[in-house]
């Protein structure tokens, strides 16, 4: 048995039916228990997110806040991701990718809420929080192991999955598909040929990456708030423009994706029988790598807010999966669809399904403009998640070790060398190993929202009845 097969079948073990149902059930579990809340309030959390509270405590702006965490979730996830969940599953990968989110959003506020509910102050004055917090204060002291288990999962999943492998990898992909699409310039190795674009875009991103990363997180938050925003808004409008050119094609794709969801025939996209199952393991595992929704990285940064709110942070922090799933990904995955681009006689992988996406959707436009603008927004969502999951990585550490200057200092190189060494996998094994990492991560923060839903149920209906006495004074 090969390595990617060893991989392949601890993937399938991880992200079988009991997880799948533990992550939309803990979705379902809280819309309820909130009252839909993600829905009656998705107007107020979208205003709260750029009014920062006045007074607040914290280490930085809740915008500030939500860009770091959406510096690390907005990324390849949403350009590589969706791509490859539709290649796997069919169209109807992005219906349940979108079944997750919606109950995401109930998540990802009660992650937002307790990182605030239960943070604490280090001996430096800075806020700390995120689930090892939650289970240790929430939960109880006994529940610590959990918390641990939690903390050195996450630091792995910023090592060998969402922060390092997948980004780098990501990165020069984009920069291959532009530049030497027929890999004419390539150099031995390690062992195996690689092109010049990848040794040189690789090393580019590594160094940069690392200017950055030494610096912590007020460098990253602050280099956040420009390029999130920019990149995102960017994105949006071409992928805008591609659907507006081919609006006609739009209730067919929203047709196919439908079906495709339910379909229990042979599909020649997987190879096989293509059922409901197959769909929404690979809708929900990439959907949560992309928008983190349940994984528990998110309410790390939530911590740092500047905010004496734990309702009000929670609503800006579900905002995130609302923007990166509902919003983007809906987008890329309905152009992927209109386009075909997901067809296996295309022989197309990872960022190319998306490429040729934008070049089909852009085809009045020479085939080297809407390649150029993928890269580019590849690029910098991909750099930015590298630095979000630096800092995600680092509070996971200091839980485990302590605030420990050394530590951090040695660690911060680790990763950067991981981020060096990305370049050089195969984009399969990149995203499997991601994959593992996220749905074993998931699993303590999943058992400590349910837990602790009672606490959220009722100060979020305390802050209901405290918006209704307002509305009528």
Not at 35 to 64: H, K, P
Request: aromatic share 10%; proline share 3%.
């Amino acid at each position: 048995m090969t390595f990617e097969q060893i991989l392949s079948t601890i993937d399938d073990a991880v992200w079988g039916i009991p997880l799948i149902v533990l992550i939309l059930g803990c979705g379902i579990w809280l819309t309820v228990r909130t009252r839909c809340l993600q829905i009656r309030r998705l107007g107020t959390s979208l205003r709260y997110m750029v009014m920062n509270e006045a007074d607040g405590d914290g280490d930085v702006s809740s915008f500030a806040a939500l860009c770091t965490a959406l510096s690390a979730t907005i990324g390849t996830g949403n350009i590589v991701g969706v791509a490859t969940a539709i290649c796997i599953g069919g169209p109807g990968a992005l219906f349940w990718m979108e079944v997750a989110a919606l109950f995401g959003m109930a998540t990802k506020y009660a992650e937002g809420f307790l990182a605030i509910k239960y943070r604490v102050t280090d001996s430096s004055g800075n806020k700390l929080g995120g689930p090892f917090y939650y289970i240790e204060n929430g939960m109880g002291k006994r529940w610590k192991w959990m918390a641990k288990l939690f903390a050195a999962l996450g630091v792995c999943v910023g090592l060998f999955g969402i922060g390092t492998f997948t980004q780098i990898n990501g990165i020069t992909s984009a920069a291959n598909n532009f530049f030497d699409p027929t890999k004419s310039c390539t150099v031995q190795l390690f062992g195996a040929e690689y092109t010049l674009t990848t040794i040189i875009t690789g090393a580019i991103v590594t160094i940069c990456a690392a200017l950055v990363i030494i610096g912590g997180i007020k460098r990253i938050s602050s280099i956040s708030q420009v390029v999130v925003p920019f990149m995102a808004i960017i994105y949006v409008l071409c992928v805008m423009v591609i659907l507006v050119a081919n609006v006609t094609e739009i209730p067919a794709a929203v047709c196919a994706v439908v079906e495709s969801a339910f379909s229990f025939e042979i599909n020649e996209v997987a190879g096989g029988v293509v059922g409901i199952l197959i769909a929404m393991k690979s809708g929900i595992s990439r959907g949560i790598f992309s928008n983190e929704a349940g994984l528990g990285s998110a309410p790390i940064a939530s911590a740092a807010a500047k905010t004496n709110d734990a309702v009000r942070q929670g609503m800006v922090t579900m905002t995130g999966t609302f923007i990166d799933t509902i919003v983007i990904c809906t987008m890329t995955g309905l152009a992927i669809v209109i386009g075909g681009s997901y067809a296996p006689e295309l022989g197309l992988e990872g960022v190319e399904v998306t490429t040729h996406a934008f070049q089909n959707g852009l085809s009045f436009l020479p085939s080297e403009v809407p390649a150029f603008i993928l890269m580019i927004c590849l690029v910098f969502f991909a750099f930015t998640t590298i630095l979000g999951w630096n800092y995600y990585s680092e509070r996971c550490l200091a839980y485990l070790a302590g605030s420990k200057p050394i530590v951090t200092k040695i660690f911060r190189w680790v990763y950067i060398a991981a981020v060096a060494i990305g370049p050089y996998m195969t984009v399969s094994a990149v995203w499997t190993i991601a994959n593992i990492f996220n749905g074993l991560m998931a699993i303590p923060n999943i058992i400590a929202l349910i837990a602790l839903s009672g606490v959220v149920a009722a100060e979020t209906r305390a802050y209901d009845k405290r918006k209704t006495i307002e509305k009528y004074q």
